[in-house]
């Protein structure tokens, strides 16, 4: 028997930005209420070379227009590398969605926007606090090689 589970079709966004650190499963992220070249570069990759100054970073992004603009502006500590077209496998990224959808989210339904940004900060909170599992989640094995050349 299929379980019955409510459903909502509402064309409100939100944006959740997340960088990982898969090596040691430090992140950080922001929640923003738009997407684009200007809130990638002055909003996610300055917070995100601030939060791990004394780093060179290289951060892995799949091909979305705002990862690759060319008004991007993109601090010196961090090298953007696009990962293939179509291979949301190897974006490491992936399985923290995964593990929100499943672990925060459920199947639950939603009164309006605000309540999903809460409950969305909520989980990216409780992921800042647990690198370990970060780290079991996103350390693929050709990063944890990369990371030791």
Known sequence: MRPVVGQQVVREYIYGFVAVSPSDGRCTSLILPWVDTQTMSIFFLTHTAEQFTGQFCVMFLDQAGWHCAKKLKVPQT?????L????????????IWDYLRENVFG??????LEEVGRRLCYGLCVLEQKPKLVKSVTCFTWINTLSMT
């Open 78 to 82: 961090i090298c953007l590398q696009p």
């Open 107 to 112: 199947n639950d339904n939603f009164e309006n």
């Open 84 to 95: 293939p077209a179509y291979s949301p496998e190897l974006n490491p990224l992936e399985h």
